[in-house]
C-alpha cells in the first residue's frame, strides 16, 4: 500500500491520460478537479510562466536552473555567475543546489551569484545527504554559509535511492528531526525529498511519512520522454502527488545527455514534454547562455503542443527506453553519490 491506503497501481490507467496530455493538464481528466496551479501557468515574469509550488501558495518558474552544472570545473566562476544572473534577470527564480555539489562549489558560485540584491528574487533550493540529525544539520550550516543566506526556501532529503532510506530519514535520530529543528530555527522554509533510483522507494517515503504524520512540500524524480516507459515515476508517483498538493520538481527531462544520444527526441521536445507535465519546475542544467536559450524557448512554447504531438513523441521514445538504456540513474550506479560516498550519510 502507498499512503492514504491506495495502492501503487490505481493511478496507472489514468496516468495514461495524464502522461500525454498539453499544457501541464490531464487529458482525459477535468482540468477543474485538479488543484489550482498543478503544471497550470499561473503568472508571468519577464520571459517566463510562473506556477504553483504545491500547497506553499509560492509562484516559482516553470524552469530551475540546475546547481550542478554552474560549479563543474569546465565552467569558469565568472561566466556561471553570468548565467545566473542573466537567467535571474528574465525571470527564473528557482535555483536547485546540494551540498555535495562539485564538493560545495555550485553552492559557493550560487552564493556569489545571489548578492547584489539576487538573493530576494531568488527561491533557493538546496539538498542535503545526511541521514542523522547531526550529520544533516551539519550540512546545513554549510550549506547557509556557502549559499550566503540566512534561510534556505526549499531544503530536500537527497537520494532517496534504497528502500531503507526513508527509514533512516523518519528513524529516531534520523534527519526528520534536523528538518524539525531547522525549521523552529528559521534556517529553512520548506521541505522535500529527492531521488533517481525506482518508484517504489518514493512510495514507500510517502507512506511511511504519512503514518508519522509528517508532510513533504515538494518532491524531486526523473521524468521525461523515457520514462513514461520504464520504471515510471510519472505513471506511478505523479498523480499522486498532484492529488496531495505535493509540489513536483521533474529532473532529467534529457536523461543527463544519455537520451540526446539515442537519437529519439530533440532537447527541445525534451524539455517541451517535461513542461507538458503538472510539474511546478522542471529543473534543468544550464551551462552556456545557449543552453538557457533553449530553456526560455521550450517553457513559450511547450502549451502549443497537441496530444497528438506528445503520443508521436513518446511513440519515438518506446522502443530505446524499453530497458532502461538511456536512463542509467535508474539501473546502475554510476548517479549514486551517496554510495561512492558513504561518509556522507553520517
Known sequence: MTGDGIKRREFIGGMAALSVAPAG?????DAASLPTGAGSDVAKKGEMPYR????TGMQVSCIGLGGYHLGAAGLPEAEAIRIFHAAVDRGINFSDNCWDY?????ERRVGKALQGGYRERVFV????????????????DESLQRLQTDVIDLWQFHENIRLEDPDRFLAEGGAVEAVQ???????IKFVGFTGHKDPSVHLRMLEMAEKRNFSFDAVQMPLNVMDAHFRSFGTEVLPILVRKQIAVLGMKSMGSGAILRSNTA???????????????????GIESMENLEQAFTAAKTYSALSKADIDGILAKTAVAAAHGQFEPFKTGTMFDGTAHNPDWLG
Open 125 to 140: 533550493m538546496t539538498k542535503f545527504d545526511g541521514r542523522t540529525k547531526t550529520a544533516a544539520l551539519k550540512q546545513l
Open 266 to 284: 530533440s532537447a527541445l521536445e525534451c524539455l517541451q514534454y517535461a513542461l507538458s507535465l503538472p510539474t511546478s519546475v522542471v529543473i534543468t
Open 102 to 106: 562539485n564538493g560545495g562549489e555550485s
Open 181 to 187: 529543528e531547522a525549521k523552529k530555527t528559521g534556517k
Open 52 to 55: 504553483v509550488l504545491g500547497k
Open 25 to 29: 493538464l490531464a487529458g482525459g481528466v
